[in-house]
């Protein structure tokens, strides 16, 4: 198993930047692909981002050339790196992580909320 923490969300005004962190422990991270999901007030949960253990990238529409994931299997840790914020992306972002064994993101962290406001 593998236990995830985000940290890095905030309030932040629309076009600035935020980025996230989440650290892993339990696990052999470098064994996991990560995904960073976000659920907004009213809505469902959304995919935001894939990196997989080969480091490949995949992104929502709404996100593509804005937000990047990427992962330092050295420190544990997946990012999301947030651009030109809108209010859309007003959420509770949360990291998610699976094995090659597993189809879906077994493993979540505790989200982190992100509010872009003026």
């Known amino acids: 198993q593998v236990q995830l923490v985000e940290s890095g969300g905030g309030l932040v005004q629309p076009g600035g930047s935020l980025r996230l962190s989440c650290a892993a422990s339990?696990?052999?991270?470098?064994?996991?692909?990560m995904a960073w999901y976000r659920q907004a007030p009213g809505k469902q949960r959304e995919l935001v981002a894939v990196?997989?253990?080969?480091?490949?990238?995949n992104y929502a529409d709404s996100v593509k050339g804005r937000f990047t994931i990427s992962r330092d299997n050295a420190k544990n840790t997946v990012y999301l790196q947030m651009n030109s914020l809108k209010p859309e992306d007003t959420a509770i972002y949360y990291c998610?992580?699976?094995?090659?064994?597993?189809?879906?993101?077994?493993?979540w962290g505790q989200g982190t909320q992100v509010t872009v406001s003026a």
């Open positions: 998610a992580a699976r094995s090659i064994f597993q189809s879906d993101y077994a493993y």
């Open positions: 339990g696990s052999i991270f470098s064994r996991y692909a």
């Open positions: 990196i997989t253990i080969g480091s490949s990238t």
